[in-house]
Nanobody, 125 residues
Framework: QAQLVESGGGNVQAGGSLRLSCAAS?????MAWFRQVPGKARDFVAA????????YYADSVKGRFTISRDNAKNTIYLQMNSLKLEDTAVYYC?????????????????????WGQGTQVTVSS
């Protein structure tokens, strides 16, 4: 079971940028970022295949967020640009211990067996 540690959250003004990092210990395959606001379900943000060859994004972040990974460091990143007030949330890193046969699985919370502790991102006007 991979252990995941996120970093890089913080406060930023609307229109600004932040980069989140997630360092993993242990073997990982697909990895992803999800986010959650109080009282709501955890939502998919972005995912990346084990070799970085394919990436997937929620419609709400396409064109603004970029997910990437450095397997030499066993780390994934989420570059967030043009941040909006509605991007405010706790962001969670997730890792899967298998590959997925269909792209739909990348956006499902149940596809991932390891989760980080979360990092708060707050966007203000």
């Amino acid at each position: 079971q991979a252990q995941l540690v996120e970093s890089g959250g913080g406060n930023v003004q609307a229109g600004g940028s932040l980069r989140l990092s997630c360092a993993a210990s242990g073997r990982t395959f697909a990895m992803a970022w999800f986010r959650q606001v109080p009282g709501k379900a955890r939502d998919f943000v972005a995912a990346i295949t084990w070799n970085g060859g394919s990436t997937y994004y929620a419609d709400s972040v396409k064109g603004r967020f970029t997910i990437s990974r450095d397997n030499a460091k066993n780390t994934i990143y989420l570059q967030m640009n043009s941040l909006k007030l509605e991007d405010t949330a706790v962001y969670y890193c997730a890792a899967a211990t298998r590959t997925f046969s269909e792209s739909i699985y990348y956006s499902l919370t149940n596809s991932y067996s390891a989760w980080g502790q979360g990092t708060q991102v707050t966007v203000s006007s």
